[in-house]
């Protein structure tokens, strides 16, 4: 439609760019590289760096005359060798890719039907770029030395390709070269492969075609980007742009292969649910507490018993002992950390409130908080807090973000798990709770705090935080509330951090190796609140971390905390049990469970690669 206003011009433009339409194009773009390599005429498998074959292409199939279903899966060693492959080969091939290096060269494959066929492959080792693996395969004509009745020729079949028709008698002509792919190490994580890690972060695993598929996409994008025009590179660019921010990198759950610790946490934080059973509702508090007049609470800051202002004077420091707090607080920490950290941030500057009514509204929420939950009650929606106010301090992230970001990320930590039931997502879709209903089983819990909260705020003009200002402004505020409290929903852990790691850390990481002087770093921040999809990005990644942080904290705290969310856990277990619901999270049974390993996978599947990922590794 023709319109001369220029700003609605911008605002068609932006939406084009950043809307729906955009979603449509990754997906196409996505699928049309996909069917691009299901067609490819050269034959294509991909191992992960242990020799697991991940993926081949109905080329491959023909060529080798297996069915995909025989080789996915299988490691490369369980597949028959011809004798011609001397082992002093596979080693000479083993050390050249370990290096980094490709291998070219002739290979002796046998095939399903028993005869030896020989090839010229090219062996890809995929490095990983910031933690990601990339691939590269480009095929070489072959004239196969040794004429055999029964080789094949996949270049001059790939028509028969669909009725899977045997191919026979064309060994005169050209052999298609099949490309090997090999996932290799992580040169940033030595340690640990890139290819495990990869599929931590994309959820790969051998039954799960789409995540891997999307991820050798990538791969093969990136590769090819080396050896095309510049023209087409760019293109490409933007393509893989497209791809690495994506929806699509939530894993897959069900995996068979990881200890039951890691799958049950997956299982139990990353679902909606698993059925419903009718008739086993789950009983949700509906005494929304609206008072909050029976509390004892400071009348001021200044107005504090001493021994809470005495440790609320350490209140800045990483190691802040969030559980003294609680204990002198008589289990209400998050009034008296709320009024200090609020007031060192010019929250009731910013809001033009009193402290009376910041004071109120704290009130309010602390006291919509459970404390009979062992993990979920204000104490850690203080921690939260705590984590938020630290993270915000640090220069890094106090130069990307403005004021009303500052702002909404305290009050987003204050009221992140309000009202919570002590119970998982999961637990409430299977018990077929009234939230759930009301929620549709999406973001159950996450949706509830930020509603109640909004609701217990516009209750009451007393502790209506968000009375004085304007419309725009509380727009914008609430918009940045919502989006982080539903940002700590755990079903888009991996979405959340790759999106960060792919729009922040990698071009941070490129501006800091690239010809810019020590001054870049505020170039970079300044470039970053120039960006607000990015601001939203280090946000939710902020509250993120900031909600999981309890294993980052001094090892006595975190130990305590550890013991609280796994009572909590217990205590799910027990009702399931005693509700003949389906039980999310077995491993968390109190009569058999390992703390300490629990804790060891919930680390190792989703704490470690955040806080790298947050600090910038
Ligand atoms: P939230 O419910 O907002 O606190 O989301 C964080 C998720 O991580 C919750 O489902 C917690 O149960 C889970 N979580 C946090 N800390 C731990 C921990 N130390 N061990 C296992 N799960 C945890
Ligand atoms: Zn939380």
């Given amino acids: 439609m023709e319109n001369s206003s220029i700003t609605a011009c911008y605002n068609e433009l932006i939406q084009i760019e950043h809307g729906e339409v955009r979603s449509q194009f990754k997906l196409r773009a996505c699928n049309a590289v996909f069917t691009a390599l299901e067609h490819c005429q050269e034959a294509i498998e991909i191992t992960s760096e242990d020799h697991i074959i991940q993926y081949v292409n109905p080329a491959f199939e023909q060529m080798m005359g297996y069915h995909k279903e025989e080789l996915i899966g299988k490691e490369l060693t369980e597949l028959p060798k011809s004798d011609k492959n001397r082992a002093d080969l596979s080693d000479t091939i083993n050390a050249c890719i370990k290096k980094g290096k490709e291998w070219q060269g002739v290979y002796y494959a046998r095939r399903k039907s028993g005869d030896s066929i020989q090839q010229h492959v090219k062996i890809t080792p995929v490095i990983g770029q910031g933690g990601f693996c990339f691939a590269f395969t480009e095929s070489h004509s072959f004239k196969c030395k040794n004429r055999r009745k029964d080789s094949i020729d996949v270049k001059s079949t790939t028509s028969q390709s669909s009725d899977g028709k045997k191919i026979e008698n064309s060994w005169d002509s050209k052999c298609t070269d099949p490309a090997v792919l090999f996932y290799g190490k992580d040169p940033l994580n030595d340690n640990r492969s890139s290819y495990h890690k990869a599929r931590k972060i994309f959820g790969i695993h051998s039954s799960l075609p789409t995540s891997l598929i999307f991820f050798q996409v990538i791969n093969i994008i990136n590769a090819a980007q080396e050896n095309s025009p510049i023209t087409v590179a760019e293109a490409l660019d933007r393509v893989l742009e497209i791809l690495r921010t994506t929806e699509l990198y939530s894993p897959q759950l069900g995996t068979k292969d990881e200890d039951p610790h890691t799958s049950d946490l997956v299982g139990g934080l990353m679902t909606d649910g698993l059925r419903r059973l009718s008739g086993n509702e789950y009983v949700f508090s509906k005494n929304l507490n609206l008072s909050h007049s029976h509390l004892s609470v400071p009348n001021t800051i200044n107005d504090v018993p001493p021994c809470v202002a005495q440790l609320l004077d350490n209140e800045e420091s990483w190691d802040f002992n969030i559980f003294e707090l609680e204990a002198v607080t008589n289990k209400r920490p998050l009034v008296y950390l709320g009024l200090k950290v609020f007031g060192r941030f010019g929250v009731p500057e910013f809001l033009n409130c009193s402290e009376a009514t910041l004071r109120a509204w704290l009130q309010v929420i602390e006291a919509n908080y459970h ?149 870049s770093d505020c170039e970079c921040t300044a470039n970053m609140k120039n960006f607000p999809d990015n601001q939203t990005l280090i946000k939710r990644m902020m509250i993120k971390c900031a909600d999981v942080a309890n294993p980052c904290r001094p090892l006595e705290l975190c130990i305590e905390w550890a013991g609280r969310i796994s009572e909590e856990y217990f205590a799910q277990t027990d009702e399931e049990k005693r509700q003949g619901l389906p039980v999310v999270m077995p491993v968390f049974d109190r009569n058999t469970c390992s703390i300490p390993k629990s804790q060891i996978s919930f680390i190792d599947y989703f704490i470690t690669d955040m806080f790298d990922a947050w600090d910038g590794k």
Avoid at 401 to 427: C, K, Q, Y
Avoid at 463 to 475: A, G, V
Avoid at 479 to 493: G, N, R, S, Y
Avoid at 508 to 516: F, I, L, P, R, W
Wanted: with cysteine.
């Fill in 371 to 519: 404390s009979s939950n062992a993990y979920h009650n204000s104490t850690h929606a203080a921690d939260v807090l705590h984590a938020t106010a630290f993270f915000l301090g640090k220069e890094r992230v106090k130069g990307s973000l403005d004021h009303l970001d500052e702002v909404a990320a305290l009050i987003a930590a204050t009221i992140h798990d309000v009202d919570h039931p002590g119970r998982t997502n999961s637990f409430l879709c299977n018990a077929g709770s009234e939230l759930a209903v009301l929620y549709n089983d999406t973001a159950v819990l996450e949706s509830h705090h930020t509603a109640l909260a909004f609701q217990l705020t516009a209750k009451d003009s007393k502790c209506n935080i968000f009375k004085n200002i304007d419309r725009n402004h509380y727009r914008t505020l609430r918009q940045a509330i919502i989006d982080m409290v539903l940002a700590t929903e755990m079903t888009k852990h991996f979405e959340h951090v790759n999106k960060f790691v792919n729009s922040i850390n990698k071009p941070m990481a490129s501006e800091e190796t690239g010809s810019h002087s020590e001054g």
